[in-house]
């Protein structure tokens, strides 16, 4: 059974974040600068995230799953933090 590929074009112009986020250039920033406003060139420069709609619709590009721009950070899965970890210790020693 042949492998799916993925979409080599799409991949050299976003970049894909663990948590499933998509990060792509903003348009309108290459060229005919002069007749934008420094404020608007400044905003062109940063990296924008793909909103969820698209995400999904790049979902088949790629074969894998993404993370939309809206989706609520209860979903994401976060590593405990050091006094999570010990009570967590101590509670496993406790049941053994």
Do not use: C
Not at 74 to 96: C, F, G, I, Y
């Amino acid at each position: 059974m042949p492998k799916n590929k993925m979409h080599k074009g799409f991949l050299k112009r976003v970049r894909i974040s663990k948590s499933g986020k998509v990060r792509h250039r903003s348009a309108f920033h290459k060229h005919l600068s002069s007749s934008k406003s420094g404020k608007r060139l400044r905003q062109l420069r940063k990296d924008r995230y793909m909103a969820s709609a698209d995400t999904k619709r790049l979902e088949k590009m790629l074969f894998r799953r993404l993370r939309g721009r809206n989706q609520p950070r209860t979903s994401v899965r976060r590593s405990p933090s050091p006094e999570q970890k010990a009570a967590m210790r101590a509670e496993a020693a406790k049941n053994d």
